[in-house]
């Protein structure tokens, strides 16, 4: 098994900036790709980022790109969503997921693992 916990949520206003974490611990070997999703209320889980631990290929959802960057850290123990230019309409809940597939995935039901989430809030 894969634990994943994030943390880095808050309130922000619009404009701000926030970064993410999410720490790994248990198999870690056993995933590829990591991935930032987000689900605001009465709305489906969307993605967000997901990158590959071995050479660091991204994938941006059109929404975030030019203003979120996701990176690891060493040892695929830290995952990390720097999110900049907050706007309302990016307040969710944000998840960190893990996948065991070589190739980055933009759908949730490819991921197998996910933490609780981290709450993000934007004023406007």
């Known amino acids: 098994q894969v634990q994943l916990v994030e943390s880095g949520g808050g309130l922000v206003q619009a404009g701000g900036s926030l970064r993410l974490s999410c720490a790994t611990s248990?198999?870690?070997?056993?995933?590829?790709?990591m991935g930032w999703f987000r689900q605001a209320p009465g709305k489906e889980r969307e993605f967000v980022a997901c990158?590959?631990?071995?050479?660091?290929?991204?994938n941006y959802a059109d929404s975030v790109k030019g203003r979120f960057t996701i990176s690891r850290g060493n040892a695929k123990k830290t995952v990390y969503l720097q999110m900049n230019s907050l706007k309302p309409e990016d307040t969710a809940v944000y998840y960190c997921?893990?996948?065991?597939?070589?190739?980055?995935?933009?759908?949730?039901?490819?991921?197998?693992?996910w933490g609780q989430g981290t709450q993000v809030t934007v004023s406007s």
């Open positions: 997921a893990g996948d065991s597939s070589y190739l980055p995935q933009r759908e949730s039901a490819e991921y197998d693992y």
């Open positions: 248990g198999r870690t070997f056993s995933t590829n790709i």
């Open positions: 990158i590959a631990w071995r050479g660091g290929i991204t």
